[in-house]
């Protein structure tokens, strides 16, 4: 266990300095995974997952504050819109993936999930399914969708904009206020005593009610009871009593890396180049899905096409947000929208492959 903890953080520190998205995790993945596929020496206790869990699902809820639900009652329709289609969206490409390359149905499922990367291989772990693939493959998306979809938005929102000959309607500004600025948008940074004592404090109550969700054998219960509880922090007004700093979300990556490396084998090396065609294939049924919803957004929620566009886009939140802002579209809106997705998804998505799979 000692060799895979120092490795994973090596190997996440180098991930980080990268500033390639998810590095972190990445790196400290291939670190462990590399070692453990030689070495067959790494191998951490069960309860690092649930902390793990408990953490990612902590991240998540600190995101949810009043603010937030305010304007998601605003976006009402384009959220259940984006939440419902996103989700079907990935079981009917799970279902593809399934049939042409075999992979058992969970493993498909939470490989094609419109979820972030670290959530899905954290609740693969629990649910037993191939960890180490799906993290790939969601590599493998972010790697592949983050360079292409912002020009290729842009392009898309131009073509149309000359074709109507007329300017778009611009998103309501009523539904920006109050701005967010990250994804997971956090409480105003303490400092010295505070910002430890914050740190502990919102960890110690991610990881008490993580475990109180592992406890009813719900399919991602750890993260669904970890992100409620922060959130209800959040939301109840006492937003100031949670905060969790980069340091901690570069921990947590780490360990997640680390843990998703542990399940690798040489076995799991050598089959690694198989998913290059399925990775392809997920992330052509995705864009394809992403301008389809886009343009739906577009002519019913009444949203720019530009903000439709990146909201409903399979990758990172933050990035999103940040890109759509420097093209025209409206970044918080975006946020929000992104947030709904992945919050429904962590939610909702494992109890449907649960029943989907007989799992």
């Not at 493959?137 to 790697?143: D, E, M």
């Amino acid at each position: 266990m000692l060799w895979g903890m120092l490795l994973a953080v090596a190997g996440g520190l180098l991930g980080y300095k990268s500033k390639f998205p998810g590095g972190a995790m990445i790196f400290s993945m291939l670190a462990v995974g590399i070692f453990n596929a030689f070495t067959g020496l790494v191998r951490f206790p069960d309860q690092f997952t649930v902390i793990g869990q408990a953490l990612s699902g902590a991240f998540i809820g600190i995101g949810l504050n009043r603010d937030m639900l305010k304007s998601v009652r605003r976006l009402f329709g384009a959220a259940v819109l984006v939440a419902v289609c996103m989700q079907m969206a990935g079981i009917a490409i799970g279902f593809m993936v399934h049939i042409s390359t075999g992979l058992p149905l969970t493993t498909s499922f939470l490989s094609s999930a419109p979820g972030g990367m670290a959530d899905m291989t954290l609740i693969s772990l629990e649910m037993g399914a191939d960890a180490a693939k799906i993290a790939v493959l969601h590599s493998f998306r972010v790697f592949v969708v983050l360079p292409i979809v912002p020009p290729l938005f842009k392009l898309i929102d131009k073509y149309v904009r000359v074709r109507s000959k007329a300017i778009l309607p611009a998103a309501d500004s009523g539904d920006a206020q109050p701005a967010v600025k990250e994804a997971q948008a956090v409480s105003a940074r303490p400092a010295g005593k505070a910002l430890i004592l914050k740190n502990l404090q919102t960890v110690l109550i991610a990881v008490a009610s993580g475990i109180a969700g592992n406890l009813t054998g719900m399919p991602a219960g750890t993260i669904i009871f970890s992100m409620a509880a922060v959130a209800v922090c959040q939301i109840s007004g006492n937003g100031n009593r949670v905060y969790l700093s980069k340091n901690v979300r570069i921990a947590t990556q780490m360990l997640v890396g680390a843990l998703v490396g542990q399940t690798v084998n040489s076995e799991e090396i050598l089959s690694m180049g198989n998913l290059i065609t399925v990775g392809l294939l997920m992330i052509g049924s995705y864009l394809a899905t992403n301008i389809l919803l886009g343009f739906l957004l577009h002519a019913l929620c009444k949203l720019d096409l530009t903000t439709a566009l990146f909201a409903t886009a399979p990758v990172g939140v933050a990035d999103m947000a940040l890109i759509a802002s420097d093209i025209g579209g409206n970044g918080p809106q975006v946020a929000i929208l992104q947030v709904v997705r992945l919050s429904s998804v962590v939610i909702f998505y494992p109890q449907i492959i649960s029943m989907l799979s007989g799992n």
